[in-house]
């Protein structure tokens, strides 16, 4: 399916009808953390999405350029991107030029609607548009059932341009390398490198708090972990977990979890045990090291379990 006709389909899912979405007020500005020169972070809470964090419960940040802004994920809802909008302008003047995707997760991408707009191109990993096409209509629905009202005028956008490999795009004087990876956190995984301060945004493959959410493949995602820990930066940003912390040494917890989890469900499915045990037992050493254990545990396993009985 071209990304032509993805965008479409998309549209004509979340835009059977017109919206007309009243004028609000301008948007309160998130804080933000500047972890490098012209590079800015707002540190998501620890929680759920819930009317009181609109959504917004994944890190985001901006790239502020010579010639422009690239916007690194967007939050949970279309307040929480007008948000994210107001804190931008607090800082520069200059214009937003990119909003990257790191994944297609919805605390990620469903606040890219407020930076729809002349001049601005949306980008993502090449699987991206497929995976938001087909969850559109889903992420939306659950978004305005747990957000409330503050969902209003909520959608997803696709991306206007992919990644399939390496990209490198210029904000003047002020050069991002956009690489995809292989299945492990999800199938959409995007890493954003600010060549000039050596800061890596890596989206959720790597977590610090919150418990690690697996959508994709465990194995895949530990092996990658191997690969990026290769890699020298001089702080990364996480997708959940304190605006910038030290490279490679904030991989440890995410590893050792997933680890952990393998082992557990490899060993009990050589052991004959079921997916609903998996499930109630799997990973639970690992319970005291983490926030949100008990929401995202269990699916962890499920996805682990189908991904170990096939090997």
């Known amino acids: 399916m071209t990304l032509r006709l993805l965008r479409r389909l998309a549209a004509l899912i979340l835009c059977a009808a017109p919206v007309h979405v009243a004028a609000q007020p301008e ?20 929680a759920l999405a819930l009317p009181r964090n609109l959504g917004f419960v994944g890190n985001a940040g901006f790239v502020v350029g010579r010639d422009g802004v690239a916007v690194i994920d967007t939050g ?7 948000q994210l909008k107001a804190a931008i302008r607090q800082k520069t ?23 729809v707009g002349p001049g601005v191109t949306f980008i993502g990993h090449g699987n991206l548009p497929e995976a938001l096409a087909a969850r559109a209509e889903a992420y939306v629905s659950a978004t305005e059932r747990l957000v409330g009202p503050a969902a209003a005028g909520t959608r997803v956008v696709l991306p206007d341009e992919t990644v399939g490999d390496t990209r490198d795009i210029d904000l003047g004087d002020r050069v991002l390398r956009l690489e995809a990876w292989p299945t492990a956190h999800t199938a959409t995984d995007l890493t954003v490198l600010d060549v000039s301060t050596g800061t890596w945004f890596l989206g959720d493959l790597l977590f610090l708090g919150h418990v690690p959410a ?12 191997e690969e990026l820990k290769r890699r020298p930066a001089a702080r990364a940003v996480p997708g959940h977990g304190p605006a910038s912390v030290a490279w490679p040494a904030a991989a440890e917890p995410t590893e050792r979890y997933l680890k952990r989890l393998v082992a557990d469900v490899r060993g009990m499915v050589r052991e ?5 045990q998996a499930a109630r037992e799997a990973g639970q050493s690992e319970a005291g090291n983490w926030q949100l254990f008990d929401d995202f545990n269990a699916r962890n396993a499920t996805t682990t379990f189908h991904e170990m009985e096939w090997e």
């Open 214 to 225: 697996l959508d994709g493949k465990a194995a895949g995602w530990i092996a990658l972990i």
């Open 272 to 276: 004959g045990r079921t997916l609903s």
């Open 27 to 46: 948007a309160e500005p998130f804080a933000v953390s500047e972890v490098a020169p012209g590079v800015f972070v707002h540190q998501a809470p620890y």
């Open 93 to 115: 003047a200059l214009p937003v030029r990119y909003v990257i995707n790191t994944h297609m997760h919805p605390d990620h991408v469903l606040g890219n609607a407020a930076f």
């Open 76 to 82: 949970g809802s279309l307040e929480a991107g007008e």
